[in-house]
């Protein structure tokens, strides 16, 4: 593959010699989508939480901005939709409501907000349509359907107005037009339940398909509209909602016939590994693709991977052999081939690859010490994706036919960029306490001084994230590695590490045993990554800090509970610290004991469990509207540490949320993690 770069200028800066406004300046990209026609592409860029729609076109691909939003107001964009000509884009702008029915205003806009869906196109300005989300447009582009409180809702895509298309019990989901837009199909959410449902917009009458006690999900329509493929999760009870999950009830495909409903099983997974589903980043878990084949994913040896499978049924034939997990996945325009993201041949990487569904024979599209996610393939061959390096962050590029890679918006990138400033993390892997081997990336000071430095242990959220030997491909984690970079400017050795439930490195080291809530076997890896610091001659012992984000919050606020001794301080991000404030058990109301058994469990793998032997200062900081983890949380530990006198600092955001939504909040949590670890690390 030939590189072609284009950058605007970026200057050569001295170590320390960057803020945190400008490691996290560079705009941040997603999102990104092909026009049914393979010719077009957008995204969605945001430039320091000012978020617009970008497309960019055949033949040259010249990059535009076709919305003008101005301000860090919090209000995401997402769900893009093309018309089916490419003559334009609908998307949603602003979050989803909470459990209370209230939208995110991380601004506190006593005016209030909503959630719209918005047409945008180059050549008129942008215009809201109606409240809600996940649109779709028909295939002839004359209607619009969409999702407003769990109910379908749909409009003329000129000239109309919004109407509730259906009326039915539960919540819609996964809205997929017929191929002649003649039928609307999606899923109906019922609980402990789902159907794939049709609607017959000439009839205006409602079918279900195949109905069941299962979960049915991802539907997909044939080429010709007759059938429906879908994936079916069956039923079944658990003793906890978090926990490892190695096996289960296996899940299965079905096709059924739209116009009588029945279904058929085209595919089982067999009893063992790959029993339980696992989902890859794709709009949808199967793709109808050429030759009546399925692609879907399945973790069969242990590792995600992507098979197929005749519709007519029969065995599943492997495309992706390897010791590596599968991410983003995309079929192509005449459905011959895939493009995916993957790990293969560098674990803490992310490369592009093609695959032929009738051969399974993966071509590399993108090597090098690069990370690429999101392809797009394009009609005349080409792939749109995001890419990044260890000092370039995301942007969007495409790659040409004879393999060369040129950005489709370089000039985005600020010219006080610091990336001349910035260090390649190196990658390492030490053992846990009990011998489990774990990778981590590590980022040594700029400075180059001689001596003991101080030194940060990061832990992901998720956990089911993996961090990378560079920018990340979700904005939590470029916030989170920008950060990283600036504490290693600052004279800090930084550890980031990849502790065991996470993704990356197949499916029982993410179904790690007692991980979380059922005995926090993570903390085998927080022991680990303390000792590994403690042993380098680069790192002073006594000065050794942690911090860490939802998830990641949970392990530092484990490590400063349980290892004091370690750990001479922390920050601590809207993490988990009871995890029955979390977790709800689902063990019969008739087993007492083994519910009882269960949350004591959860308890004692809590760092509210070990608040007696916690000592080091903590920075507590997190929104009190996170819709993902309980604000409660930093409620509860706040007064836990006051009764034992444990130095303790925060910092509330009003109205913000789990993933901080206003970009000067990012900035501002940085800042006081900053002058807080400088406090206690620094001398």
């Known amino acids: 593959?030939?590189?072609?770069?284009?950058?605007?200028?970026?200057?050569?800066?001295?170590?320390?010699?960057?803020?945190?406004?400008?490691?996290?300046?560079?705009?941040?990209?997603?999102?990104?989508?092909?026009?049914?026609?393979?010719?077009?592409?957008?995204?969605?860029?945001?430039?320091?939480?000012?978020?617009?729609?970008?497309?960019?076109?055949?033949?040259?691909?010249?990059?535009?901005?076709?919305?003008?939003?101005?301000?860090?107001?919090?209000?995401?964009?997402?769900?893009?939709?093309?018309?089916?000509?490419?003559?334009?884009?609908?998307?949603?702008?602003?979050?989803?409501?909470?459990?209370?029915?209230?939208?995110?205003?991380?601004?506190?806009?006593?005016?209030?907000?909503?959630?719209?869906?918005w047409l945008a196109s180059a050549s008129r300005d942008p215009v809201p349509l109606a409240d809600g989300a996940s649109p779709a447009i028909s295939p002839d582009g004359v209607a619009i359907a969409w999702i407003r409180n769990g109910q379908v809702w749909s409009m003329p895509l000129v000239a109309g107005k919004p109407a509730q298309l259906i009326h039915a019990r539960g919540s819609a989901a996964d809205l997929r037009w017929s191929p002649d837009g003649s039928r609307l199909a999606f899923t109906s959410n019922?609980?402990?339940?789902?159907?794939?449902?049709?609607?017959?917009?000439?009839?205006k009458s409602l079918r279900f398909l195949d109905p069941s006690v299962d979960t049915d999900q991802w539907p997909v329509w044939s080429p010709d509209g007759a059938e429906i493929a879908f994936i079916r999760l069956p039923a079944a009870s658990t003793d906890f909602e978090y926990g490892p999950k190695r096996t289960g009830t296996p899940w299965s495909i079905r096709i059924a016939n739209v116009e009588t409903g029945e279904g058929r099983e085209v595919w089982h997974a067999p009893e063992g590994r790959g029993s339980v589903f696992w989902r890859m980043s794709a709009g949808n878990q199967l793709l109808w693709m050429a030759g009546s084949r399925l692609v879907f994913p399945w973790e069969r040896d242990g590792w995600l991977h992507l098979y197929a499978v005749p519709v007519q049924g029969g065995a599943a034939r492997l495309l992706t052999p390897g010791e590596f997990e599968i991410e983003d996945v995309a079929g192509s325009p005449d459905r011959a081939t895939v493009v995916f993201s993957s790990n293969q041949g560098d674990a803490d990487r992310r490369h592009l690859w093609r695959v032929a569904v009738d051969r399974g024979i993966p071509e590399r599209l993108t090597p090098g010490a690069?990370?690429?996610?999101?392809?797009?393939?394009?009609?005349?061959?080409?792939?749109?994706?995001l890419h990044a390096d260890a000092k370039l962050p995301a942007r969007a590029a495409l790659r040409e036919t004879d393999g060369t890679v040129r950005d489709l918006a370089p000039s985005t990138i600020p010219a006080s960029f610091p990336s001349a400033a910035l260090v390649?993390?190196?990658?390492?892997?030490?053992?846990?306490?009990?011998?489990?081997?774990?990778?981590?990336?590590?980022?040594?000071?700029?400075?180059?001084?001689?001596?003991?430095?101080?030194?940060?242990?990061?832990?992901?959220?998720?956990?089911?994230?993996?961090?990378?030997?560079?920018?990340?491909?979700?904005?939590?984690?470029?916030?989170?590695?920008?950060?990283?970079?600036?504490?290693?400017?600052?004279?800090?050795?930084?550890?980031?590490?990849?502790?065991?439930?996470?993704?990356?490195?197949?499916?029982?080291?993410?179904?790690?045993?007692?991980?979380?809530a059922t005995g926090a076997s993570e903390f085998n890896d927080v022991l680990g990554a303390g000792s590994y610091l403690r042993s380098r001659a680069d790192v002073d012992p006594a000065r050794i800090g942690v911090w860490g984000g939802s998830y990641g919050g949970y392990l530092t606020a484990l490590s400063l509970a349980r290892a004091s001794?370690?750990?001479?301080?922390?920050?601590?991000?809207?993490?988990?610290?009871?995890?029955?404030?979390?977790?709800?058990?689902?063990?019969?109301?008739?087993?007492?004991?083994?519910?009882?058994?269960?949350?004591?469990?959860?308890?004692?793998?809590?760092?509210?469990?070990?608040?007696?032997?916690?000592?080091?200062?903590?920075?507590?900081?997190?929104?009190?509207?996170?819709?993902?983890?309980?604000?409660?949380?930093?409620?509860?530990?706040?007064?836990?540490?006051?009764?034992?006198?444990?130095?303790?600092?925060?910092?509330?955001?009003?109205?913000?949320?789990?993933?901080?939504?206003?970009?000067?909040?990012?900035v501002s949590a940085f800042h006081a993690a900053d002058n807080f670890l400088a406090r206690y690390l620094k001398p």
Not at 30 to 53: C, E, I
Not at 370 to 382: F, K, M, S, V
Not at 571 to 586: A, C, F, P, Q, Y
Not at 603 to 627: H, N
């Open 1 to 117: 593959m030939k590189l072609v770069c284009v950058f605007v200028a970026l200057p050569l800066l001295a170590a320390q010699s960057f803020s945190i406004g400008q490691v996290l300046s560079a705009p941040f990209p997603d999102a990104l989508t092909a026009s049914p026609k393979g010719d077009a592409v957008a995204w969605v860029q945001n430039a320091s939480g000012v978020r617009n729609v970008w497309i960019a076109r055949a033949p040259d691909y010249r990059a535009a901005q076709v919305t003008k939003f101005t301000a860090d107001d919090g209000q995401e964009i997402g769900d893009l939709s093309w018309k089916p000509d490419g003559a334009a884009v609908v998307f949603t702008r602003g979050g989803g409501p909470n459990r209370r029915g209230e939208l995110p205003n991380p601004r506190s806009d006593p005016a209030g907000v909503r959630q719209q869906i």
């Open 190 to 203: 019922r609980g402990d339940h789902a159907f794939i449902a049709v609607y017959d917009l000439k009839e």
């Open 370 to 385: 690069g990370i690429e996610w999101a392809p797009a393939a394009l009609t005349d061959g080409r792939v749109a994706f």
């Open 424 to 516: 390649e993390p190196q990658p390492v892997i030490f053992s846990g306490k009990d011998g489990l081997k774990i990778h981590g990336q590590l980022f040594l000071p700029t400075n180059g001084s001689a001596g003991k430095h101080p030194a940060v242990v990061f832990f992901h959220g998720g956990s089911r994230r993996q961090m990378l030997l560079g920018w990340h491909y979700m904005l939590y984690y470029n916030q989170a590695y920008g950060f990283n970079q600036y504490l290693a400017s600052r004279g800090y050795v930084v550890l980031s590490v990849n502790y065991r439930s996470g993704t990356g490195y197949g499916s029982d080291f993410r179904e790690a045993p007692g991980f979380g």
């Open 565 to 666: 001794d370690v750990f001479a301080a922390g920050v601590d991000l809207h993490g988990v610290h009871d995890w029955n404030l979390e977790v709800t058990s689902v063990a019969p109301a008739r087993d007492r004991e083994k519910r009882q058994a269960a949350e004591r469990l959860a308890f004692e793998s809590s760092p509210m469990a070990s608040i007696k032997t916690w000592r080091s200062p903590v920075l507590l900081i997190q929104g009190d509207d996170d819709r993902t983890v309980a604000f409660a949380q930093t409620v509860q530990l706040a007064e836990a540490l006051r009764k034992q006198g444990v130095p303790f600092e925060q910092l509330i955001f009003p109205d913000e949320v789990h993933d901080f939504l206003v970009h000067a909040d990012w």
